[in-house]
């Protein structure tokens, strides 16, 4: 005869325990994280490397750029993201016209590579607008390299008040395209438009901390304030630009800073006061880019010193 084992629970409770042992791994099912739809490995990784690229070129270090944009467009390729295709491409164009001379041909064949890609993207009248701002660059160093050339400024203008809406809610973009602006009035010589274009430009970077462009900003309406005459003003646009690219550790920017003060100082009929502080930016200007081992830099820096009468 078998010996009965007593369960020490009541019939009723082990029931009990039983459904809500049950309830509870249903429950602990149901409460889990649903597994992703979308690996986004590659593309975090190509659009890192795009951001890392264009602060290259911002920091005039060009061929980290390309091996950056390299990296960037293969694995941009390999997932079919038009998207990153498009920022590399565009970022290419930055890269071309930043060198100097500004290489126009690659500039617009990049462009011409973007275009073909922005159909296909998910926002393609943002991507369409960003296109637009970076056609408008290329033209702008056109007629910044032949003063003779056809560039139509009010074109430009046009072209940029209306792609801008399609970028509203990007602080970023919003301050290139104000930045782009600027360009264009300088390059019709309405200095005094292109230095309102550039302060605001340096105002909305600055509400945002892109320090680097904040640099530029300022740069570029040192320049329109010099074209204009006003000296005085276009040197403390030049103390703005010098505290951020200082901020930024822009060693390059920092070097042509210098460099530019000099020039300002120069200009016109310079007094024996401003010919010395002239001598001494050209000169830190050449320390900075020999510290940085920026050696034909550093040279036109030194004969610019040597230069000043």
């Not at 084992?5 to 309830?23: D, R, T, Y």
């Not at 390309?66 to 590399?88: H, P, V």
């Not at 809610?169 to 300088?186: C, R, V």
């Not at 300022?218 to 403390?236: C, H, T």
């Amino acid at each position: 005869m078998k010996k009965r084992i007593n369960n020490p629970w009541p019939l009723s409770l082990s029931k009990g325990l039983v459904i809500a042992s049950a309830l509870l791994i249903l429950t602990a099912c149901s409460s889990a994280p649903k597994r992703s739809m979308q690996v986004s490995t590659i593309y975090s990784s190509a659009a890192e490397m795009i951001e890392s690229a264009n602060a290259c070129i911002l920091s005039g270090d060009f061929d980290k750029a390309g091996f950056f944009l390299s990296a960037a467009e293969n694995q941009a390729m390999s997932i079919d993201n038009y998207d990153l295709l498009t920022a590399a491409s565009l970022a290419r164009c930055s890269l071309s016209l930043s060198v100097n001379p500004p290489d126009i041909e690659t500039a617009e064949r990049y462009v011409g590579f973007a275009q073909g890609f922005v159909k296909n993207c998910v926002d393609p009248k943002k991507q369409q607008a960003l296109v637009a701002l970076n056609e408008v660059r290329i033209e702008t160093a056109k007629g910044n390299l032949d003063e003779n050339s056809k560039v139509n400024s009010d074109a430009l203008l046009t072209k940029l008040e209306n792609n801008k809406k399609d970028v509203k809610g990007d602080p970023y973009y919003e301050a290139q395209f104000t930045l782009a602006q600027g360009d264009a009035y300088k390059l019709k010589k309405d200095y005094l438009e292109a230095d309102k274009s550039y302060t605001a430009a340096a105002k909305e970077f600055t509400d945002n901390r892109y320090l680097s462009e904040i640099g530029i900003s300022w740069y570029k309406a040192a320049q329109a304030r010099s074209l204009a005459g006003n000296k005085e003003e276009a040197l403390k646009a030049m103390e703005e630009a010098i505290f951020y690219d200082r901020a930024a550790e822009n060693s390059l920017a920092l070097g042509t800073d210098y460099y530019a003060v000099g020039l300002i100082l120069i200009k016109g009929s310079p007094t024996p006061g401003e010919k010395e502080r002239a001598v001494e930016a050209f000169n830190h200007s050449a320390e900075i880019f020999t510290a940085v081992d920026a050696v034909e830099l550093a040279k036109r820096s030194r004969t610019a010193a040597g230069q000043v009468q």
